[in-house]
């Protein structure tokens, strides 16, 4: 009898932790995102997007990348598996194989087939990616019950949040303006995507136009409209307000609506519709949904941190959050979710700009770096192709061609070195051993230690000063280990979350921990066990 009671208390107690979940965690990305976003557009942004989440939810401050290159495929990996590109291997969006001699694309999948298009845009899955994610934790913890479904414009930031297990991930086709997926996956689109897909949303709302939400003289975080350091959205017309974005489709591809603010409308649409249609958090089973809005990282490399562009853009993201925000608390019920916002990676200000205003920093030219380097190995060792790859700050060596000369690969390093230093433009430069042993304090080789895959990763790193970037002189990009890449914000909201505010260092591979203790779910199995500690309400 005392054996059966037990038994039954035993069921009960399981029975309670696992009614202890919210129905649905919702993980927002905002592609390239710096944290000071929060504090420069606050006097314009509306009460029930961003201020609403810190002002009910948890705001963490001082968030980091404990790795770099601070890229999109890496940063949805590492945000959503708990861990650095040291375990789950994307290393970059793409990378040179020392294997096959090519470059392999972080989702791309030769074996997968496009559903919803005629494109090769669908020959996608994480087959890569070597750590399962936040999706998997959530499917795994359930019996694969619960769903896990990552949504985005691009196909890297719907596919590597949602994990191995997902039940769907969507993504663009720049071709048609469709929402596609791959046949890892299904067969077939559900009905109600082909639906979503025949209503031309991406049509209607580029018909629209971009124009401004204020007055001009309004955006006061920002340079004038039309400066030397933005792009063309159109090529040969000036970029200023409004912009005629039904005109750059026809003259580009769909890709040219996500370079505008409608790519977040038509993401936060079709999430709308997975929450319906896939009835997200409608069972005792918790799901999980991952959103990444792609467009403010493609504005933001096309114009820049300091444009009006960009500032408007965040303007509209704030709304496109807010009613979010309330399907949520529709469909799902307020206080039954828990959502995090975070973004994969911030981004520097365009270096001409930083130049013109007294900064001290240039634009690094990597072709004459690779021809001098190229130069330099020739004249020392008499053996061309020394060198077999440089990409993402990475040199990787020709490893079959020293051997069979029995070239000396310190002698090779040192010189590599030595010539870098002397580069314009250059910080440091790291040889692989200098990675192996305990790991480093200085904050440049701990977050190239994070990085580095020993089945990917290239022999030596290169680092630029602050500042410095190989880029074209309008717009900007990311990728360093320097505060302005790798700086990003971080708000917990929801289900048992109170209000307050987090000023300690905190690491990116953070969330996920922190959301499987909250959720009462087990960590993603490479997973750091650090979580954050949460204020209950």
Not at 163 to 170: D, E, F, L, R, T
Not at 471 to 477: E, H, L, R, S
Not at 508 to 531: C, M, R
Request: charged share 20%; proline share 4%; net charge negative.
């Amino acid at each position: 009898m005392k054996r059966l009671i037990a038994i039954v208390f035993v069921c009960f107690a399981l029975g309670t932790i696992a009614q202890n979940q919210p129905k649905l965690i919702v993980g927002i990305v905002v592609d390239q995102m710096r944290t000071d976003y929060i504090y420069r557009y606050w006097d314009r942004y509306e009460n029930d997007g961003f201020k609403r989440l810190l002002k009910d939810g948890y705001f963490c401050k001082n968030v980091h990348y404990n790795y770099i290159p601070t890229y999109t495929g890496p940063g949805h990996a590492s945000i959503f598996t708990g861990t650095t590109p040291m375990e789950h291997g994307i290393i970059a969006n793409i990378w040179y194989d020392k294997n096959s001699s090519d470059n392999l694309y972080c989702v791309g999948d030769s074996t997968a087939n496009s559903i919803g298009t005629i494109s090769d845009q669908g020959k996608m899955s994480p087959l890569l990616m070597l750590a399962p994610t936040l999706g998997d934790a959530v499917r795994m913890s359930s019996l694969f019950k619960g769903k896990s479904i990552g949504i985005s414009i691009k196909d890297r930031s719907a596919i590597l949040p949602a994990g191995h297990s997902a039940n769907a991930a969507y993504w663009m086709d720049y071709g048609s303006g469709h929402m596609i997926t791959s046949d890892y996956y299904m067969d077939a689109l559900p009905k109600w995507v082909s639906k979503f897909n025949a209503s031309k949303t991406a049509d209607k709302l580029a018909d629209k136009g971009w124009k401004l939400t204020l007055a001009k003289e309004l955006y006061t975080e920002s340079t004038e409209d039309n400066t030397i350091y933005e792009k063309q959205l159109i090529t040969g017309v000036d970029p200023v307000f409004p912009y005629d974005v039904s005109r750059a489709i026809s003259e580009s591809s769909y890709y040219s609506l996500a370079c505008t603010p409608h790519g977040n409308t038509y993401l936060r649409l079709f999430a709308e519709q997975v929450l319906i249609n896939e009835d997200l958090g409608q069972d005792e089973s918790m799901d999980l949904l991952t959103i990444s809005f792609s467009s403010p990282d493609m504005i933001g490399h096309m114009f820049g941190p300091q444009s009006i562009e960009t500032e408007d853009t965040y303007l509209k993201l704030d709304l496109e959050i807010a009613q979010l925000i309330e399907a949520l608390d529709t469909r799902v019920g307020e206080g039954n979710y828990v959502l995090f916002l975070t973004a994969d990676h911030a981004a520097a200000p365009v270096p001409q700009y930083a130049h013109d205003n007294g900064f001290k920093v240039d634009y690094f030219n990597l072709a004459d770096y690779k021809k001098g380097m190229d130069e330099l190995l020739f004249s020392k060792f008499n053996i061309e192709g020394i060198i077999s790859n440089y990409s993402n700050q990475q040199i990787f060596l020709n490893w079959e061609l020293i051997e069979d000369n029995n070239l000396d690969q310190k002698e090779i390093s040192s010189e590599i070195r030595k010539y870098s230093l002397g580069f314009d433009g250059v910080a440091n430069m790291l040889d692989i051993k200098q990675l192996q042993p305990a790991l480093p304090t200085d904050n440049f080789s701990r977050l190239a230690a994070n990085g580095w895959n020993p089945l990917r990763s290239g022999d030596l790193l290169l680092q630029m000063l602050p500042g410095w970037m190989s880029y074209g002189k309008q717009g900007t990009t990311h990728g360093s280990s320097y505060s302005y890449d790798t700086h990003v914000p971080l708000i917990f909201y929801g289900w048992n979350i109170g209000h307050g505010e987090n000023l300690e260092p905190i690491d990116i591979t953070q969330i996920a921990p922190t959301i499987s203790l909250h959720t009462n779910i087990s960590f993603p199995d490479a997973s750091s066990h650090k979580g954050i500690m949460l204020p209950g309400k």
